[in-house]
């Protein structure tokens, strides 16, 4: 059985790395310690093909000078190393450009208590073993290939990680916790050569026992792949589009990412001026809750040690305020939203933990109905965002849609637009997954301009 973590272990790999910086010159540093392991299994023809197990500490110290900094990262946790991290950060800091913006929170700023047990980040069952994942997997992969008009199963895999993070600083904060994650995913493809199509379905919980079996995902991964086939182009003309629930986030992901502070004070944000202003339709609000029980991207303090909280990024339609750190904040002369995130070698930035949209009264088939002819969007590829103008463009794949009906597979086209306009009059469905991080229900945005044939 694997060694449990020691949060007390990472908690002093911080404070030693902090006195190691202030005894060499630092005048403030904070440090990030991280411990984790993870197995991945990927089976084929019902045998093992590839299993991959990491396990290890990584550490990392960001270091003041005045205003400028430095942050240096390593994976021993040697005192040796501990000593030479700190030197050469504080070497480096000495050279780096000044930054009037760079700084620790101030002490009244930082978290202070927080319920971890109430965030329920940890599976208490027994960790999986290689021969429970490459089970699960096998089994996903062999109800998908049972399935008629199934050729082949491009990948079917299981995963189990377990992480934990300490963050501490010189100006008191100290803190940690510990997060697990379970998954299955299995990919499915039907016909052959320039014939073949695929889809797959997967999922990732915090706990083993809420992931759906292993035979629901694999039939769920053949039932999509076989709605595919005989995929073509649709029509090409401006068309009503439907998000399918499965990808409508990344459309409200392109709205959160233009409302990140960073891109804001760059000046390359195509919500820069809309501070205030309607950008959904009214009666449609933007949630952000760090602290939903059970949910991945839940976390009860930031990256700089500010207490995360609940709160409204849109309102009734109305832009209410970007994503910031302290760095961020200070220099848009605002306050920051406990939103900074980082890994062990780079300085915090801004980063968003759990989101929900509201969703709308009617069902996916309702707004099928409504479009009447358009077209269903379930897969994207590529990208091209502009993030000063929200001019879009992306290939797409999914349905075509007749009098409100599914007609026929599509596949190589792309759908353009201005992310201004689609996101105005977006409508949302009621079909969200309340379990995701990202609670986003299908989404029908008017008038996209569709290339296909």
């Known amino acids: 059985m694997p060694r449990d973590f020691s949060m007390q ?69 040697s005192a040796d190393t501990i000593s030479e991290i700190a030197d050469r950060a504080v070497a480096m800091a000495r050279i780096a450009p000044e930054d009037p913006h760079v700084g620790l929170a101030e002490t009244d700023q930082l978290a202070t208590d927080w319920d971890l047990e109430r965030l329920d980040l940890v599976d208490p069952g027994e960790e999986p073993s290689p021969a429970a994942l490459q089970d699960a997997a096998a089994r996903a992969e062999a109800t998908a290939l049972a399935v008629d008009g199934i050729s082949q199963i491009e990948s079917a895999a299981s995963s189990y990680s377990r992480s934990a993070i300490h963050l501490a600083a010189t100006n008191g904060f100290s803190g940690g916790y510990v997060r697990t994650s379970c998954g299955l995913y299995c990919v499915a493809i039907t016909g052959e050569g320039t014939a ?57 992901g392109h709205l959160l990412q233009a409302a990140n502070g960073s891109a804001v004070a760059r000046g390359s944000s195509w919500l820069r001026d809309k501070m205030g202003e309607r950008v ?24 700089e040690g500010l207490p995360t909280k609940r709160r409204k990024i849109v309102e009734e339609g109305v832009l209410q305020g970007w994503t910031l750190d302290l760095a961020t904040a200070r220099k848009l002369g605002m306050t920051s939203t406990a939103s900074a995130a980082r890994g062990t070698s780079a300085p915090p930035s801004p980063s968003l933990t759990n989101i929900a949209l509201t969703e709308g009264p009617r069902s996916r088939d309702d707004l099928l109905a409504e479009m009447g002819t358009g077209l269903l969007v379930t897969s994207l590829i590529g990208s091209s965002i502009n993030p000063t103008t929200g001019d879009y463009s992306r290939g797409a794949s999914g349905f075509w849609v007749e009098n409100g009906e599914i007609t026929y597979p599509v596949n190589e086209c792309t759908i353009a637009g201005n992310l201004h306009e689609m996101l105005a009059g977006l409508q949302p469905a009621n079909d969200a997954r309340k379990y995701l991080s990202r609670v986003v229900p299908s989404l029908l945005v008017e008038g996209l301009t569709i290339a296909g044939d």
């Open 280 to 303: 959904l339709p009214a009666g449609l609000d933007i949630v952000e809750d760090p602290h939903r029980p059970r949910v991945s991207g839940s976390k009860p303090f930031d990256a």
């Open 9 to 77: 272990n990472l908690s002093d790999l911080c404070e030693a790395l902090l006195a190691s910086a202030k005894a060499v010159g630092a005048d403030a540093a904070d440090a990030i310690a991280t411990e984790g392991r993870a197995l991945s299994i990927d089976v084929r023809d019902g045998a093992l093909e590839h299993a991959e197990r990491a396990e290890g500490i990584e550490i990392g110290l960001r270091v003041l000078i005045g205003q400028q900094q430095a942050c240096v990262a390593a994976s021993d946790a």
């Open 196 to 252: 073949m199509e695929r889809d797959y379905a997967g999922e990732a919980r915090v706990y083993g026992s809420d992931l759906p079996s292993a035979e629901e995902i694999g039939a769920l991964a053949a039932e999509r792949t076989l709605a595919r086939a005989g995929a073509r182009k649709p029509p090409t003309g401006a068309y009503p589009v439907l998000y399918d629930e499965r990808i409508a986030s990344g459309l409200i």
